[in-house]
């Protein structure tokens, strides 16, 4: 008997700025703090807070976990399959 899959995550993708950010990431806690955050909104992308701005475009969230000091810009595309991270703050 197959085994029942769990909740589909979306799947990340970096804007240009923010694909070069965890490059100057040095620290082990850094990495795996990010690795968590990142997680966190793959598996739901709702979990931020939105931020106040004009309707042009799409909805920017921010996701901040206090404990592991992460804070992410992001936005999900229409279907809510891929989750696009704009900023990074570790």
């Known amino acids: 008997m197959p085994r029942p899959h ?8 970096f804007s240009d700025s923010a694909a070069k950010q965890p490059e100057d990431l040095t620290s082990e806690a850094d990495i795996h703090a990010l690795d ?7 598996v739901d992308p709702d979990v931020g807070e939105p931020i106040v ?12 976990d206090e404990v592991e000091r992460v804070r992410l810009l ?17």
């Open 36 to 42: 968590r955050a990142l997680v966190v909104i793959s």
């Open 53 to 64: 701005g004009d309707s042009a475009g799409p909805q920017l969230l921010q996701y901040a």
């Open 6 to 13: 769990g909740p589909s995550r979306a799947r990340i993708a």
């Open 74 to 90: 992001y936005w999900v595309t229409a279907l809510r399959t891929v989750v696009v991270v704009a900023y990074i703050e570790v």
